[in-house]
């Protein structure tokens, strides 16, 4: 069974530019969530998708924004961005219950942005 | 609201010695948490997950976890350290409905021959 896939694998921008990060979850999964791990700051929490629809996001500025395809994919957008956006972005799948508190979260491999 | 403290950034033990890694929790109520673990350049993988259903969690490759409620601790553990273990480990929080998983800060594990 395939794993979470994320493209492109890594990815350059300048600043003030848009990148676009896409996810694949596991088949099966309707639940995808994005992270950011950034050097120094740790694994935060960016949004989350489920059925289609955007059903939470952490504390990061509307300029992170993403959506969710009828087929369960998703895509991050970064607009404007900025140097300190340069980090591993990583994209998680779980089942669709998100009401079940112990639905783990499969990850994929990252999308690693660098913003010059 | 749900947190996770891992009290050691960085440990380091030698082949075939006991491993202990710390994390304390806390929540206002039974939590859902987890350890994962992330080898250099890769992405994140599911250790072991602690559900309610007893205290002492097993998990892949020869780790184990213990939920200690009085001490709001779940510390992870293994008998023999192998080279192989070399990683950072996350102790993680489910943010309850919110959906969302919260990090520890990690702890980076080294393996000396």
Known sequence: EAGVTQSPTHLIKTRGQQATLRCSPISGHTSVYWYQQALGLGLQFLLWYDEGEERNRGNFPPRFSGRQFPNYSSELNVNALELEDSALYLCASSSSD????????FFGPGTRLTVL | AQSVTQLDSHVSVSEG?????????????????????????????????YTSAATLVKGINGFE???????????????????????EYFCVVRGGSQGNLIFGKGTKLSVKP
Not at chain 1, 98 to 105: A, L, V
Not at chain 2, 68 to 83: I, N, Q, R, V
Request: positive net charge; contains cysteine.
């Open chain 1, 98 to 105: 998100y009401t079940s508190s112990y639905n783990e979260q």
């Open chain 2, 65 to 87: 976890a213990e939920f200690k409620k009085s001490e709001t601790s779940f510390h992870l553990t293994k008998p023999s350290a192998h080279m192989s273990d070399a990683a």
């Open chain 2, 17 to 49: 010695t006991p491993v202990l890694l710390r994390c304390n929790y806390s929540s206002s109520y039974s939590p859902s948490l987890f350890w994962y673990v992330q080898h250099p350049n890769k992405g994140l993988q599911l250790l072991l997950k």
